[in-house]
DNA sequence: CGGATCGTTGACCACCTTCAAGGATTGTGG
DNA sequence: CCACAATCCTTGAAGGTGGTCAACGATCCG
């Protein structure tokens, strides 16, 4: 784990609109695809942020470290997510496939040009960086205040209304991704998703434990405060 | 606590830059002060977010509560911080002035279409968002993962960088309000604190438990990851 | 089929919380 | 200016939630 993609990830050009945001009469800015095997990280914190980013398929996983291994994932990124657009110019989180994924991007002097002589695509990009800022403002609160039970309960509201297809969640990241998302262990994870389990609030489609569907919503809302 | 301001802030008027952003040839909006007796609410979150604030004296708390009364802390703003500046048109905290406080206001409005006329204006909007943005994720990393010594350490170089004046930082907030924005008890907060003063690398200035001196900041550094 | 990764579960434990008491500081009214 | 209440802060003792350590089973992938 976190080793750094050694061979070029899979390349490919693209004529579609910037960030899904096409305006009437833009140029297509330099705009194209690149394709990152599982686990390899698409771009490091404190790194120059030139570009930004688009979920075309797969999962992303943004996180910090400290000195001594211990992680906190900011967000998960998924299909359509847009992510890599941080102030000052310097990367705030490294970013991972947390399986295969192939993302579209942008140059991002192209895209502050366009904000400049378009105030849409300048509303737009505050929008999006004050959406960004809202969710972590929310998950301030779960990591601050909410109990385990609490955390979990909203983890899987949060994937239900993000990647629920025909009533089943199927979930890219593992339990450690999840505990280091919630600030909580893999282990804690575990318990509380078997508890739930029992309680009948979840289920487990087959024998995958990432494919989960949620028998009551409505209860569960009320374990997350 | 927590109760509204049953009269009207002090009102006056002024007619200095919007933001601090003096542009060249803008028209001044609408731009007043208010003052807020310590305690008092600004606004509550979910209201109509009217409004952008810029601390002129004092110091303001931004916080989110669950149903039981338990609070998360997002920030504090400090004299020259401008706060109040949300998405979708509804604040996402409540604000609470600390000590007494003077604020200036802006009508949000006028401040949109001051940044549909003016790209620089507009930069400086989302600067300042992805500013809090930054903000909120490294608190995360706090909130999620570092432990209490690791939670207070930080704190007191955050507050040390932002109002230290001659070597002493007087803090407004209570040890519940920084437990609160710790993720914290305030009895926790008090025992750290206690073990740093025992360890030398903080002093108490006189008998006031809020005027602190930070005599080793090398060392606190050490002490957050 | 064999190894690696992932997930679950149990036993024990530690850090922080809870509960409690007392002291210090601040604010208010006489 | 003092008396008194209210608030704030500290400190101690006990307890609990979630972490740590460990074993084992399941799934995935070569």
Redesign the pocket.
């Known amino acids: 784990m976190f080793v750094r993609a050694s061979t070029d990830p899979v390349f490919r050009l693209s004529s579609l609109g910037v960030l899904g945001m096409e305006s009437d009469s833009n140029p297509v800015v330099s705009l194209n695809e690149f394709t990152y095997r599982k686990g390899m990280e698409i771009y490091g914190e404190k790194e120059p942020a030139d570009y930004v980013y688009r979920v075309k398929s797969g999962a992303v996983r943004s996180y910090k470290l400290l000195s001594d291994g211990r992680r906190q994932i900011g967000a998960f990124h998924l299909l359509g997510d847009i992510f890599g657009l941080e102030s000052g110019g310097e990367h705030q989180f490294t970013t991972e496939a947390i399986v295969d994924t192939t993302v579209r991007l942008i140059k991002r002097h192209s895209l502050d040009s366009l904000a400049a002589n378009d105030a849409l695509v300048a509303r737009n990009l505050l929008s999006m960086t004050m959406d960004n800022l809202r969710h972590a403002e929310n998950h301030m609160l779960l990591l601050g205040r909410k109990?385990?039970?609490e955390r979990v309960a909203a983890f899987l509201l949060e994937m239900d209304k993000r990647l629920t297809a025909a009533g089943v969640m199927v979930l890219p990241m593992?339990?450690?991704d999840i505990a280091d998302y919630l600030?909580?262990?893999?282990?804690?994870v575990?318990?509380v998703?078997?508890r739930l389990h029992e309680l009948g609030i979840l289920g487990f489609v087959g024998?995958?434990?990432?494919q989960i569907a949620l028998l009551d919503r409505r209860q569960l809302a009320g374990l997350d405060r």
């Open positions: 109990t385990s039970q593992s339990r450690r600030g909580l262990t893999l282990e804690t575990s318990r998703l078997s024998h995958n434990q990432r």
